[in-house]
């Protein structure tokens, strides 16, 4: 599989052997920024930034590439104060989201500024 991520937060995913496209996901008009599949090709996570143009907020995904459902928005609070996850409130991490990779055997997610 192959994945791009472009300015507008949409990331597409494709079959790199059937050239299809198989997903298109949309991150709140924020830039991707880093993107890493996982080990088994389940998933992919996503890094992105909102930018001063918009309300879009920094933010980590996880998509299933099965479905295209996200399974996980870490949001980024401005305030210093860590992440949002969807509806819980979460104290993660105090630094915005640059980087993501996942552990070697897929059970951990790393984000890193």
């Known amino acids: 599989m192959l994945a791009v991520g472009s300015e507008n937060g949409s990331i597409k995913v494709w079959d790199t052997v059937s050239k299809e496209l198989l997903w298109t996901f949309e991150s709140k008009d924020s830039t991707i920024i880093d993107m890493a599949f996982s080990p088994d090709g389940s998933q992919l996570a996503t890094s992105s930034h909102g930018d001063y143009h918009s309300d879009a907020p920094d933010s980590a995904d996880i998509w299933d590439l099965a479905t295209g459902q ?42 890193f500024s």
């Open 70 to 111: 996200n399974l996980l928005n870490l949001v980024y609070n401005s305030d210093g104060s860590g992440f949002n996850i969807d509806v819980t409130t979460f104290e993660l991490f105090t630094f915005k989201p640059k980087n993501v990779e996942y552990s070697p055997d897929g059970t951990m997610l790393i984000c």
